[in-house]
């Protein structure tokens, strides 16, 4: 597995951006997949996953409702949709797979991690 965050760029509060994590060894369809997140001087911190079959979406309380994880596995890619994005949504991006085909909260379940995504959220 050898993945690929992209997607990400600079907005303004209220705007929206798609994030795409690829693998480019098309080896992830059979995992599970998370997004996280590392603002500035804080711990990196869950967003979403999914499992391997685009089940059971789970989300962090500050992102559900406005953020929506999918993946279409024909193209072998996990998405994060992300609607009125706020300033306290900038952050470093990252995606990841799961050991497993499902994935939670939890990154230490998780041995896959791709190079971030950069979001900055003007207000």
């Known amino acids: 597995v050898q993945l690929q965050a992209s997607g990400g760029g600079l907005v303004q509060a209220g705007d929206s951006l798609r994030l795409s994590c690829a693998d480019s060894?098309?080896?992830?369809?059979?995992?599970?997949v998370g997004w996280f997140r590392r603002a500035p001087g804080k711990e990196r911190e869950f967003v979403a996953s999914?499992?391997?079959?685009?089940?059971?979406?789970s989300y962090a309380d500050s992102v559900k409702d406005r953020f929506t994880i999918s993946r279409d596995r024909t193209v072998n890619r996990v998405y994060l949709q992300m609607n009125n994005l706020k300033p306290e949504d900038a952050a470093v991006y990252y995606c990841?797979?799961?050991?497993?085909?499902?994935?939670?909260?939890?990154?230490?379940?998780?041995?896959?991690w791709g190079q971030g995504t950069q979001v900055t959220v003007s207000s």
């Open positions: 990841a797979a799961a050991r497993s085909a499902y994935s939670g909260r939890d990154s230490s379940t998780y041995n896959y």
């Open positions: 060894r098309r080896t992830f369809s059979n995992n599970g």
């Open positions: 999914i499992s391997w079959n685009g089940g059971q979406p």
